[in-house]
């Protein structure tokens, strides 16, 4: 039986198709106005170039970025926000602090439901739980009423503290559904977000809400059509943790997937990074509309609870949207094969945010755009050719490039020619990748060099050395089939499901038994969605950890359960564990301060697993044919000019194989770009290694 993975980005529909034995693979246009007509379009045409009959496929897992940019181009449901009287406006007020301080221009994120769409309710829970103020019927009726006049699709409910007791949020909810449509979506905090901090957890249940409407169509499609095929089989998501979930719950929560595509790169760069013990690594996946960057140590990408989104300010933290969901923890930026290239009002050139994604695309696509790109630079100095691109389905068009290049770049800053104007456009794109890389690294405390850099996308062959050489980064990894890495990362990712619930409770307070209680009600509700899956109990692997901080303080210290808490002695000793961790992380402790517990946090994984399918090591050989070097002219920065590059079609690349540098390793989906000074041999498992060469 096969496996399809199907990662849908801005630009591109990447599809890989594999069973035991082989894995093929198909790049298309993402149909933009339908992304799951593209998607259909190439698992259509991906099984019939290989023989396969659509009954043969058990499996689909499936990627996308259309919730996150359904919230970064606000094209989501009508959604109407109901929280507690005299806190109608946290929404915009957010932190009550400016992310750049000394910026007179800031701009703040913008709410997805504007003022006239928030409406409160009185009733009120204090922090203990305790109910105070129960919600009126005739409120919520004439609330209701509203809500309908004003053709709402989605409505957020949140309530203070209802983390700790969420009755009157499930009342309101059970109430208000009773006269509403049943059209219209219902989400409480409790249900997406059950933690502290009133902002982080109304902005995370609005933004469930807000995607929820356009994911439950979208999914449903894509299962109809998908069945209307002949496809009997499960499908199932990748969530911003990269891990597997199933479509019902991805209907419910589909937050969880809004870096879903981006995690599969990291998952393949994870997966890499293991197989060549590459203890410090860097995950570079260049696509046609962004780029992501994520740190792996030992293998393992840092996983975050916390998530920006839509940022005003790409380079500053705040400046989006927090989320508050289980994800990896990577940088995404607006700087992809398609990202428009202009000149600022600096007279520099400013690469993205704007992308033109597939339709209509880079001009050289030849389908109506107007402005340069990224693509259209690399095919004016010659990386990329008009003849091989895009599993040779899309024809480029030169003209097209020069011209959007000549009147938008060159004439405007007086570049000598059109090539170095492409050459700026360039070197202004990976200066941007890599300073985002940098900054990245260093609030993470990373030390760069160090790290071998693993690129994948349509884009990160192309760039992996420009942008290695300003990160002082001296070996690169191009993982075989890197042109549709994350749909590939798809078929290594594991069911896993992570569950947070706050309880603020001082921890020598802490009641045993309540608190047991609690964790059990968590880890049933874990291994449930897990289980959902099709993984068996005995197969899925349960952890326990709690967040804690001296009271008063604002952050927190994760502190993994080696075993459960029974007795006084156990509160001991997950004090001490605290303390040991806090004073390693800032260097001193406060005894006299009590530590609090903020969050007990549940998470279910599967236990490690077979191969989901063979790597097929390449044969050795030291007898390659003369006819497979060619050569092309590439205008090459570094040598001031236009130089002869070697240039290999890398499936008739064995293993052994070595070259210097200036080279190009073309395949369907991408071109690696190799420089003078930088050399390249094939590993046994089909991945290219590139490394500096010391100056002799």
């Not at 928030?118 to 109910?131: N, Q, Y």
């Not at 992308?355 to 259209?376: E, F, H, K």
């Not at 005995?538 to 604002?554: L, P």
Request: glycine residues 8%; contains cysteine; hydrophobic residues 35%.
């Amino acid at each position: 039986m096969y496996r399809i993975a199907v990662d849908i980005g801005g630009t591109f529909t990447d599809i890989v198709l594999t069973d035991s034995r082989n894995t093929f693979s198909e790049k298309v246009l993402t149909t933009t106005s339908n992304p799951e007509i593209g998607a259909i379009n190439g698992i259509q045409r991906i099984i019939k170039e290989n023989g396969v009959s659509i009954d043969k496929i058990n499996t689909i897992i499936h990627g996308t970025t259309l919730a996150a940019n359904s919230i970064i181009q606000r094209k989501g449901a009508k959604t109407a926000f109901i929280t507690t009287s005299g806190i109608r406006d946290i929404l915009e007020m957010q932190y009550e602090k400016r992310f750049d301080q000394y910026n007179l221009n800031i701009k703040l994120p913008t709410p997805l439901v504007p003022r006239d769409l928030r409406f409160t309710l009185k009733e009120r829970c204090l922090a203990s739980g305790k109910i105070i103020l129960k919600p009126k019927i005739d409120e919520i009726k004439i609330l209701a009423k509203k809500l309908i006049s004003l053709n709402i699709e989605a409505v957020a409910i949140g309530f203070l503290h209802s983390y700790i007791n969420a009755e009157n949020e499930l009342f309101v909810k059970k109430t208000i559904r009773k006269f509403l449509p049943t059209k219209v979506t219902l989400c409480t905090s409790n249900q997406i977000c059950p933690e502290v901090r009133e902002y982080e957890r109304f902005s995370t249940t609005v933004a469930n809400s807000f995607v929820r409407p356009l994911m439950i169509r979208y999914l449903d499609s894509l299962e109809k059509s998908l069945i209307k095929l002949g496809f009997k089989g499960k499908i199932f998501l990748i969530s911003s943790d990269a891990g597997i979930t199933t479509i019902s719950q991805s209907k419910k929560f589909p937050i969880r997937l809004v870096e879903s595509g981006p995690a599969g790169g990291v998952t393949l760069a994870s997966y890499i990074s293991k197989s060549l013990n590459e203890d410090k690594s860097i995950s570079l996946d260049i696509g046609g509309t962004t780029a992501k960057i994520c740190y792996l140590k030992n293998g393992d990408a840092i996983k975050a609870r916390k998530f920006e989104i839509a940022r005003s300010d790409i380079s500053k933290k705040g400046s989006g949207l927090p989320l508050k969901i289980p994800s990896i923890d990577l940088l995404e930026i607006g700087a992809g094969g398609g990202s428009v290239a202009k000149v600022d009002n600096t007279g520099r050139i400013k690469i993205g945010p704007e992308s033109m994604g597939a339709n209509p695309g880079p001009s050289c696509y030849n389908l109506g755009g107007q402005n340069p790109t990224i693509t259209d630079a690399n095919l004016i100095i010659g990386r990329i050719t008009e003849k091989k691109f895009s599993d040779n389905n899309l024809a480029l068009n030169k003209t097209n490039s020069k011209k959007v290049i000549n009147e938008n770049i060159e004439k405007i800053l007086n570049f000598n020619s059109t090539e170095w104007a492409a050459v700026g456009i360039i070197e202004m794109a990976e200066e941007f990748m890599a300073n985002s890389a940098r900054t990245h690294g260093i609030e993470n405390g990373k030390k760069i060099q160090d790290h071998t850099l693993i690129a994948t996308g349509g884009g990160g062959p192309l760039h992996s050395i420009g942008i290695a050489e300003k990160l002082g980064i001296k070996k690169i990894i191009i993982p075989k089939m890197a042109g549709v890495g994350s749909a590939l990362g798809f078929l290594y990712a594991q069911a896993n499901y992570q569950i947070a619930k706050s309880i603020l409770t001082i921890l020598d307070d802490l009641d045993l038994e309540k608190i047991n209680s609690i964790i059990h009600q968590l880890t049933l509700k874990a291994q449930s969605t897990i289980i959902s899956t099709g993984l068996k109990k005995i197969n899925v692997k349960t952890t326990f950890s709690m967040e804690a901080r001296y009271k008063g303080q604002g952050h927190q210290i994760r502190i993994v359960l080696s075993k459960s808490l029974k007795t006084n002695d156990h509160l001991k000793e997950l004090k001490n564990m605290f303390i040991k961790k806090y004073k390693k992380r800032y260097g001193f402790i406060m005894p006299n301060v009590p530590v609090e517990i903020v969050s007990i946090l549940v998470t279910c994984s599967e236990k490690k697993k077979e191969e989901v399918f063979k790597n097929t090591n390449l044969v050795s050989s030291t007898v390659y044919k003369k006819n497979v070097i060619k050569y092309n002219r590439v205008f090459d920065f570094s040598a001031n000019g236009w130089v002869n590059y070697k240039t290999v079609d890398r499936k008739n690349l064995n293993c052994g194989f070595k070259m210097d540098g200036p080279v190009l390793i073309r395949e369907n989906q991408t071109t690696t770009v190799i420089p003078k000074h930088w050399e390249i041999n094939i590993h046994h498992l089909g991945h290219l290694i590139i490394k500096k060469m010391h100056k002799k």
